[in-house]
Every structure is written in C-alpha cells, then in structure tokens.
C-alpha cells in the first residue's frame, strides 16, 4: 500500500476543508428524510395528505402486481394511493383476468395493512373520444361501471357518491395540439353534474388549457403519475426528482376527509418543482414552508442585515426580490433550498428596526402564468 506524504496529506485535508466551507457557505442541510419521501408542512389547520389517484397493476395495461403500489408509495411517503385499472382497456386478459373490477383494489388494500397508506377503491373508466378517459375513485364496487353508456357510467359513479376526475385531456393520442378542450359531451356532463375534477397534471405533462377549464368550471385540480411501469425507473429520484402528486388539505387522515376535501377542491398539485393551485392553499403552503428563523443584528455601523430563511418543505422555492432592497448575498433571483437554512444579507441603506422582505414565487402557479407574492414582516430586535 502507498504510504500517503505529508504533502499529500495536507493537500486532502486542504479540499476536505474547502468542500466543508463550500457545503456550509449561506445553507445548513436540515434534511434528514429518505430523498424519495414527499413532504409538506400543514395548512390552515388542514392536513397535507399526498396522494396519487392514478396508477395502474397488471389487471390493465400497468406491469406489477397490486401490492407494489403499496411499497412504492411507502417508500415516497404518501399518505394514500388509488388502483384505478381500466374498465375497458386489458392487454393482458390472455394471462391475468380482470372480471371482478374490485380484485386489484382488494389486493392492494390488504397489502396496505400494518402501513400508514390508505387504499381507495377506483377504476378508469376508458371510452373512445369524444369523451375519453376518467377516474373513478372512492366506489362502492366498480363491477357496475361496465357499461358503453358514459352517462349512464357517470350517473352510477354518482349514485355511488364516489368522485370522478376527466383524465389527461391534453394527451396528444387524444389531442394531436395537446391543447386541452372541451367537447359537448364534457359540457353536457358539467351541466348535469356528473364531473367533479380535471387532470392538470398526468405523468410528466402539465396542461395550462386543463387548470384554466378548472377555474372557469370549478373543478377540483389533481395531479397524477399515471404510473404503469416502477415509480423509481420513471422518475430519477435520486437527482431530486419526484412523482406528480396531489395535495388535499384535509380535516383529518381518513377515506372520508380526504373525499369530503376532493368535492371541497381543497387541493394543490406537486408537479417538476411546481406547485400549482388556488391562491387560498398556494400561498400559505409558502408560508407555512418559509421560516425566518433568525434575524442578526447589524455589525457595528454596517447596513447589511443578515436574515435565515428555514425551508420546511420538497419545494425549490424560486423566488423574485420584489422588496424596496437589494440584496448583498444574491442577485434578485434565488433559490431556497428544500429543507435547508439559507442565509440572505440585505442592503437596508440605513439601521432600520422593522421593513418588509417581498417576494414573488417563480416556481408557484395560481392561475396560469400567475405567481403569487408573498412578504415577511422583517423586525429587528436589540438594535444597538
Ligand atoms: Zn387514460
Ligand atoms: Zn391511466
């Protein structure tokens, strides 16, 4: 073995010190979660339940066994998962039977015994345009939506008191543009009803046509990975990507609240580092994931104010400095870490004792192309 020099020595623990310095300058890692488990901090004395209501088994087109989607969403930290095979659509009826539309559900539910994941029964229901694909989630028993009737379909869903989501409409299979728009039987529906929310997430797509049909039409907005094959062979995970899921602010963490919030559209959607919804959730899931945690006093006769900013939260948070100052540590685009501290210095020109820190958040969407502001009330203790 070659002995290492003192030269050589010095040179490692010169590096070891300047990645230690590099790792620490303006962000402490408070991380200490598995990469792949999805957090959020609660909201306005809801819950954040993370959810993904749209996954397929091998009882359709999917390539695993029901409980798999059990262990997968154990390992991203979700806190409850649909099996929403087709009704219509079975590539593998030659080996695997799906007459009884409830047995990939019963799988999975058993499989979710002894785990913290609750398992809604559901089903896709999969007509050909001009109607499409939709969810079906909390049934009483999907053998009842066999039918070619949509209507009839969605009228039963209804009896049911089950809630029911129009599926990817910007899906190029279905709209070569993947411009999403509704056609006269999405309108009729509406009329009568019959639908209660809108995909503006799928997989690894986001439709600004769909979150807008959602404001105008109040649908509840769900965002889903659609999954068929391995969540961690779709996403890179450990480069810091996650599955598409939806957040549902909820009273409590059980099947009924977590309904009762989907017909509420009490939701949001975590989509590549974005999170999308109304302003009544967006903004305070910034709030709740931003926390000064401390404010230093001005050195001597400086004008630079150092202030740290805790991220609670998965999100990147992109922001825009809207505030009257400029900053000394970044210019006026920066990133807050996900479960990270990160200190900011402000150029406050003179010793103030209270001032407001004002941002716009890039990578949050209210409506489409719309980010919200937030703004911390900066207040300045002990000044000398
Ligand atoms: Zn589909
Ligand atoms: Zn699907």
Known sequence: ??????????????????????????????ANKPDSVIQFPNILNYKTIVCDFHQHTVFSDGEVWPNIRVLEA???????????????YLPHK?????????RSYEIAKKA???????????????KRLPFGHANAIFLKDGNKLVNDDITAVLEEV????????????????????GVAKLREIHLELLEKGLLNGIEIVNNTTYSEGAFQMAIDHNLTIIG???IHSLVDWKYNINEGEHRPVTLVFAKEKTEESIKQALFDRRTAVWFKNTLIGDVTYIVPLIKES???????????????LSISIENKSDVNYILKNKSEFNLHSHADILTINAHMTTIIQVKTLKQLTEFDLKFKVLNTLIAPK???SVTFKIKVENKK
Do not use: C
Not at 94 to 102: R, T
């Open 1 to 30: 073995m070659k002995q290492l020099s003192i030269k050589n020595l010095f040179t490692v623990s010169l590096m070891l010190g300047l990645f230690l310095i590099y790792k620490t300058n303006g962000q402490k890692n408070k």
């Open 158 to 177: 209804k009896k049911q008191d089950a809630f029911v989501f129009w599926n990817h409409p910007s899906w190029v299979i279905h709209k070569k543009d």
């Open 94 to 102: 030659k080996d695997v039977l799906f007459v009884d539309k409830n």
């Open 290 to 304: 931003l926390k000064i945690v401390n404010i230093e006093n001005y050195r001597k006769s400086h004008l630079v």
């Open 74 to 88: 154990q390992k991203d930290g979700l806190d409850a998962i649909s099996m929403t095979d087709h009704i219509e």
């Open 112 to 126: 979710s015994k002894n785990t913290d994941v609750i398992v809604v029964r559901g089903a896709e229901i999969t």
């Open 370 to 372: 719309k980010h919200p």
């Open 224 to 226: 889903a990975s659609d």
